[in-house]
């Protein structure tokens, strides 16, 4: 046996499995830039596995190494997004502000960050009615962490007595996504902003704990 080999700590690995892995990773990352900007210049149809290798300066070949089909990096860019919100999200210090306040900061938090990729946004509204059963759930995982923070929120609003112990905090959570999402369409096809959108959902958040406030 190699005197090298035969000296290995039990827990040894070898660098270049590490480089490999990190070298997988960061092709994935780069294939996730790439499609994240053409789904949102071209949307999804129109966004070829061809174009997306090309964009990230790698071959086809490597967007299937990581990825199963586009249905599956589409799913994939959007799960990322998922994430970086939820991220971003929980930086932002909502622990003083009322409910209905700090559902507001965080959600204007979403619009933003989705204001100049209305074509993402479009797409994967469409797309959503396309995944299969095993897509779907795997993208509820990833929306998974955003609701349970706007959950905390309402969850919280209860604790303090703004709105009634017997609201269904996952059914509010739920509507309130619903109603976040509806109204891209007036951004994709009535050129409303981020500010225009905030002040509709305001309206939505109202309608939607009014029956909730504890009798006076």
Do not use: C
């Not at 949307?43 to 967007?63: C, F, H, W």
């Not at 995944?131 to 604790?159: F, H």
């Amino acid at each position: 046996m190699n005197r090298e080999i035969a000296h290995r700590p039990h827990n040894f690995v070898e660098l270049p499995t590490t480089r490999r892995a990190l070298s997988k990773q960061r092709t994935r990352e780069r294939l996730l830039d790439a499609a994240r900007r053409l789904f949102t210049e071209r949307g999804y149809e129109a966004a070829t596995v061809r174009d997306i290798a090309a964009a990230a300066d790698l071959s086809t070949g490597a967007v299937f190494a990581s990825f199963t089909d586009k249905a599956d990096l589409f799913n994939a860019v959007l799960i990322a997004d998922h994430q970086a919100l939820a991220e971003r999200m929980a930086t932002l210090d909502v622990s003083d502000l009322s409910t209905r306040e700090a559902l507001l900061r965080l959600m204007g938090l979403a619009y933003e960050r989705h204001s100049d990729q209305l074509g993402l946004v479009q797409a994967a509204i469409s797309f959503s009615w396309q995944r299969d059963l095993a897509a779907e759930t795997r993208n509820r995982q990833g929306l998974k962490v955003v609701l349970s923070l706007l959950a905390g929120v309402i969850g919280r609003g209860v604790e303090r007595g703004e709105l009634s112990a017997e609201l269904d905090i996952k059914l509010i959570t739920d509507m309130l996504w619903d109603a976040y999402l509806s109204n891209y369409r007036r951004a994709i096809f009535d050129a409303w902003d981020s500010v225009a959108l905030l002040g509709r959902l305001a309206q939505q958040i109202d309608v939607l704990l009014a029956a909730h406030r504890p009798a006076a």
